[in-house]
């Protein structure tokens, strides 16, 4: 997923200040998920109840301003837009609910009875995770192409 994030950073960073500060939320919310699920050098064992309730909180926000703000934005460019939200958006609702459906049982407590499915869990939110990101790559990318039109020719 990070390996994709720089991706995206590259193909579409400096193009506009929406997609740039919603790949920097979408960094920070990677960085912890991998922190989580112990893929980084910082964390390699079972998270606390404080580090996964605000990985929770970030996962929340990130999710928020899609729905409640970033959509809207990456879409009110035109009709094509338009559509292209209502084909996906229903497609990112199902993965709101599942992440939500995580941070609400994990979010609160972490038990020793959580602790045992936790592992398992978080790898199927990061399958969830992949496929609200790949949604949203393609209406990022549609507003990239509308930016390119209008200043007339690619960005690099």
Not at 2 to 7: M, S, Y
Not at 8 to 18: D, L, M, Q
Not at 86 to 100: N, S
Request: hydrophobic share 35%.
């Amino acid at each position: 997923m990070l390996n994709k994030l720089e991706q995206a950073k590259e193909k579409w960073g400096g193009a506009s200040g929406i997609i740039d500060n919603w790949l920097k939320a979408r960094q920070q919310l990677l960085v912890r998920y991998c922190e989580l699920a112990g893929l980084s050098d910082k964390n390699s064992a079972l998270p606390d109840a404080q580090e996964i309730s605000e990985f929770c909180t970030l996962m929340m926000d990130y999710c928020s301003a899609g729905h409640f703000g970033i959509y809207d934005q990456l879409t009110n460019t035109d009709d094509q837009a338009q559509s292209l939200k209502e084909r996906y958006y229903p497609q990112i609702a199902r993965t709101t609910d599942k992440i939500l459906a995580f941070s609400d049982h994990y979010s609160d407590s972490f038990s020793t009875q959580q602790a045992s499915s936790f592992d398992n869990e978080l790898a199927s939110l990061g399958e969830v995770i992949e496929e609200r990101l790949a949604l949203e790559d393609e209406l990022i990318t549609h507003m990239y192409q509308r930016l390119d039109k209008l200043s007339d020719g690619p960005r690099d």
